[in-house]
């Protein structure tokens, strides 16, 4: 069984759409007869093609928004197209900044529910039912939506494996957006993007972890190092984030990114159930750790029971003679 139609907000960064968008069409080719996407900006031709080779039919764009903060017209355009009878059954969009502020606009403007932090979502009896893991990723509960539509779901990224569908190139269409009143009156003046190097941290085929066991700030250097030699980009423990040897966008677990790369190297990180929330689907898990009973060494593939200060310098080396 499922829906009729779904829309999925979709998230451009960088002139790219985001791989979680990617994620959402892949799913909700599964969930409904028709997919569709809701855009905000002028620009939409230029990720239709993008956005149609995974699955939606059409692109309904709102137009420039002039430095809008982006839930609010994104909202008040859907809300208003539920009210004239012409929206979807269920409205997916991705837990991130963006797609928190439109999702929870949206219930509001309509009163209905919605369930966050979904790592699955499946059909049952004409509505949606979300998989959310709870007490730290422990366990995995179902919530089923039962008032009227649409229904609105937060999913978690690397919930699902992005796939081409093949499909051609999406129509594009006018979302009109309607009066904002007061609620226009915030706007976003600037931006400031954090500096980076080397790959996106949730986008990366190969990602290296630092923990507590580093002992100091300055040993995440040897983190940095490594991920620097592989290719691959640095993550992190919520401990040391907390501690501040590094920013929060480097975090990696339940309260931060999650991530699949095909490697995952965890460096002096015990494996608290809220870290391996975040890295668990990695395909190749390696850990070093100078504790043999450390929960990382549970879900490793390779395990290396070794002080990460001696072994990640050597492993560096080796690196570089090669």
């Not at 089923?144 to 594009?172: C, H, M, N, Q």
Request: a negative charge.
């Amino acid at each position: 069984m499922t829906l009729d139609t779904i829309w999925v907000y979709a998230e451009v960064v960088d002139g790219e759409v985001s791989s979680t968008t990617l994620e959402l069409l892949t799913k909700a080719r599964d969930l409904a007869d028709t997919v569709a996407c809701v855009y905000a900006g002028d620009d939409a031709d230029d990720v239709a093609e993008t956005l149609g080779s995974y699955g939606a039919e059409t692109v309904y764009a709102t137009g420039d928004l002039e430095g809008a903060l982006v839930g609010v017209p994104v909202a008040a355009a859907i809300a208003a197209a539920v009210e004239a009878g012409d929206g979807p059954d269920a409205v997916l969009a991705a837990t991130t900044y963006d797609g928190r502020d439109v999702a929870a606009r949206l219930a509001v403007k309509l009163d209905r529910t919605v369930i966050t932090n979904c790592v699955d979502v499946e059909v049952d009896d004409d509505t949606l039912v979300g998989t959310e893991p709870i007490f730290g990723g422990a366990t995995d509960i179902k919530t089923k939506l039962t008032g009227e539509g649409p229904y609105i779901v937060l999913i978690r990224p690397k919930s699902f494996a992005a796939e081409s569908s093949d499909g051609g190139e999406a129509d594009v269409e006018d979302l009109d957006v309607p009066d904002l009143g007061s609620s226009a009156g915030a706007i976003v003046s600037d931006r400031f993007v954090e500096e980076s190097e080397g790959p996106k941290l949730d986008e990366a085929d190969l990602v290296v972890s630092g923990g507590r066991g580093l002992g100091e700030a300055d040993k995440f250097a040897l983190v940095a190092d490594l991920a620097k030699s592989l290719g691959g980009a640095a993550g992190a423990s919520r401990a040391i984030v907390d501690a501040g040897w590094v920013p929060y966008s480097q975090q990696v677990g339940q309260t931060g990114k999650v991530v699949k790369p095909n490697v995952y190297i965890a460096c002096g990180i015990s494996g608290a159930t809220q870290h391996l929330v975040g890295m668990k689907g990695s395909k190749n898990i390696i850990a070093i750790n100078k504790d043999p009973e450390a929960p990382i060494f549970g879900v490793a593939d390779l395990g290396i029971v070794g002080d990460v200060h001696k072994v990640m310098p050597l492993l560096i080396e080796a690196l570089a003679s090669r």
